[in-house]
C-alpha cells in the first residue's frame, strides 16, 4: 500500500462550534468542506494519518517529526478545553522516515520536542476527522526554514517510508492561505494576499505541483500565507504519481484564504517528478547566469569555489581591470540557493588596498562566517546565485525625507552601534522598514536616538 490520497485544508480554530460560539456560520462553506473530506478518509480507513502543521515546532534548519507513543492536546487557548485529543503515534512509521532522512544526510528527525502537546494546525483536521472516523494512528510532522526543495525532498522520504512499510496512509497538508485578504481582517490588506489565494487554488486545482516552487519568498512572505511549505511537502508525497484532483471550497470572508482540496492517487507517472525537473531547469538558468556574470561576479564566485572544495584563498588572477586593482571601496557580497538568502557579508568603508581584495575577503566570509547559517558546503556551489555590491561613500543626511529604498542604503548610527541595510531588496519597500531593520542589526533601541547616512552601491551580477 501507500498513500491513498492527500488533502489540503485549513486550520482556524473559529470553524470548530465549541470555538466558535455560532461566529462559525460565516464560513460554513468551508465546514461542509472539511466534513466532507472527513467523510472520504473515513471511507478510505487510513491505518495512519500524517499531518504536516505549520503550528507543530519549527526550525530554520530542520524538519521535526513528533516522537514518542502518544501525544494529546485540548483547545483550552481558545477557551473550549472540553474539546480534547489523545493520539497514538504510528512509531514504526516515524522512525522509518528518520532513518530515511539520516542515511541521506537530510536534517529530519525526532529530536528536539518542546512541546509535547498537539497544536491547533493539527488539531483542526484532527476535529472533523474523529467526528467520522476514529480508527488510525497519526504521524505529525513539522515545517522548516529550508528552502521549498528541501521541502518537496522531505515529502518524497515520507513516500518512500510508508511504501516500505506497506501503510495505508493519507496525507493532510493543514495550512491556511493568505492572512492579508480583507483590510477588516486581523492582519489587514495587502494586494499580494488575493493574488496569493488565486494562485495556490490554480495550482492545486490542476495539480499542477511544479508550479509550487515559482511562488517567490518575498511574494509569500508579503500576502502573510502560513500553508505553503505544508503543501510542497505534500507535493513531494506525491511525487511521480497521477493524481484526480478536486477543489471543494475557497473563502476568505474573514480576511485569511480557506482552500480544501483533494488529491486521489491513481497509479505512477514518470511526468510527474517535479522536483527533477525543477532542478533542472533551475541548472539551465544559473549556468545562463553564470555564462553572462561580469568579473566583479566571477571573482567571488571564483574564491568561494576555490574555499569551499579545496580550502585555498585565490590568488589575484593577472588579468583583472584596473578598476579592481586601483581603486578602495567597500563591498558587500550576497549569495542565495533556491530563492533564499544563503550568506551576506560585507564592508562599509575599504579595508583592503584594492576591491579585489575586498571582494576576495568578503566572498570567504559570506559564505563561511555569516553567523545566521552553516558554512556553505561543497554540494550546494552549482545552485549559488552570488551578486556584488561595490558602495559609495556614505554621506550623512538630515532626515529619512532624503532616503529612497531603492536608490540609497542606510547606515543607522547610535556611538559605537551601526547598522546597514543595502538599498533595492525583496521584502524592503518602504523606508521606514530600511530604517527599522537597520537598527534592528545595530541594536538600536526604539527609544534611542540614531543619526543617518545613505549611500549608492554598484550592483553586479
Known amino acids: 500500500m501507500s498513500i491513498i490520497a492527500a488533502f489540503m485544508v485549513p486550520h482556524p480554530p473559529l470553524i470548530v462550534p465549541e470555538v466558535g460560539g455560532g461566529s462559525e456560520e460565516q464560513v460554513r462553506t468551508t465546514i461542509d468542506s472539511y466534513e466532507r473530506i472527513a467523510e472520504e478518509i473515513a471511507m478510505i480507513e487510513p491505518e495512519t494519518i500524517i499531518i504536516s502543521s505549520p503550528h507543530s515546532i519549527m526550525y530554520a534548519d530542520y524538519f521535526h517529526i513528533s516522537p514518542g507513543k502518544k501525544a494529546a492536546g485540548d483547545f483550552g ?3 473550549a478545553s472540553q474539546v480534547s485529543f489523545n493520539e497514538e503515534y504510528d512509531t514504526d512509521l516515524v522512525d522509518e522516515i528518520a532513518r530515511i532522512a539520516d542515511k541521506n544526510a537530510f536534517d529530519a528527525g525526532t529530536l528536539g520536542e518542546k512541546d509535547k502537546r498537539l497544536d491547533h494546525g493539527t488539531m483542526v483536521p484532527l476535529y472533523f476527522i474523529r467526528k467520522k472516523y476514529q480508527k488510525g494512528k497519526i504521524v505529525r510532522l513539522g515545517l522548516s526554514g529550508l528552502p521549498l526543495t528541501d521541502h518537496y525532498r522531505f ?3 515520507i513516500k518512500q517510508a510508508v511504501e516500505r512499510l506497506g501503510r495505508k496512509a493519507v496525507f493532510i497538508a493543514s ?3 493568505s492572512h492579508k485578504l480583507q483590510p477588516h481582517g486581523p492582519y489587514g490588506f495587502a494586494a499580494e494576499g488575493p493574488k496569493y489565494d488565486e494562485r495556490i487554488m490554480d495550482v492545486c486545482g490542476r495539480a499542477a505541483f511544479d508550479e509550487l516552487f515559482d511562488f517567490d519568498e518575498s511574494f509569500c ?7 505553503h511549505r505544508s503543501f510542497v511537502i505534500m507535493a513531494g508525497v506525491l511525487d511521480g504519481l497521477k493524481v484526480d484532483a478536486h477543489v471543494y471550497s475557497h473563502q476568505d470572508v474573514t480576511g485569511v484564504g480557506y482552500g480544501l482540496c483533494s488529491f486521489y492517487t491513481k497509479g505512477e507517472d514518470v511526468n510527474r517528478h517535479f522536483l527533477e525537473k ?3 531547469k533551475q541548472e539551465k538558468k544559473l549556468e545562463e547566469q553564470k555564462n553572462a556574470s561580469d568579473i566583479y561576479v566571477r571573482l567571488a564566485r571564483n574564491t568561494i569555489e576555490k574555499y569551499i572544495s579545496e580550502g585555498i584563498i585565490p590568488d589575484i588572477p593577472d588579468d583583472l581591470p584596473k578598476e579592481l586593482l586601483e581603486n578602495q571601496a567597500g563591498a558587500f557580497v550576497s549569495i542565495h540557493e533556491h530563492g533564499r538568502l544563503r550568506g ?5 568603508l575599504a579595508t583592503k588596498d584594492c576591491i579585489a581584495k575586498e571582494i576576495i575577503d568578503n566572498a570567504i566570509s559570506a559564505s563561511t562566517r555569516d553567523p545566521r547559517f552553516d558554512p556553505i558546503r561543497k554540494d550546494e556551489l552549482d545552485w549559488l546565485e552570488i551578486n556584488v555590491d561595490i558602495l559609495g ?6 532626515s529619512k525625507d532624503q532616503l529612497d529604498v531603492k536608490r540609497y542604503g542606510v547606515i543607522v548610527s547610535n556611538r559605537y552601534k551601526r547598522g546597514l541595510l543595502l538599498p533595492d531588496l525583496d521584502g524592503v519597500d518602504t523606508v521606514d522598514q530600511q530604517i527599522s ?3 534592528q542589526k545595530a541594536g538600536i533601541l526604539d527609544n534611542e536616538d540614531y543619526s543617518l547616512q545613505r549611500f549608492e552601491v554598484t550592483r553586479h551580477y
Open 77 to 79: 487557548s481558545f477557551r
Open 155 to 157: 515529502g518524497q522520504m
Open 175 to 177: 495550512g491556511d492561505l
Open 221 to 227: 512572505e508579503k500576502a502573510a500565507e502560513c500553508g
Open 278 to 280: 525543477h532542478l533542472e
Open 344 to 348: 551576506c557579508i560585507g564592508t562599509i
Open 393 to 398: 561613500e556614505p554621506e550623512d543626511i538630515e
Open 437 to 439: 531593520i537597520a537598527k
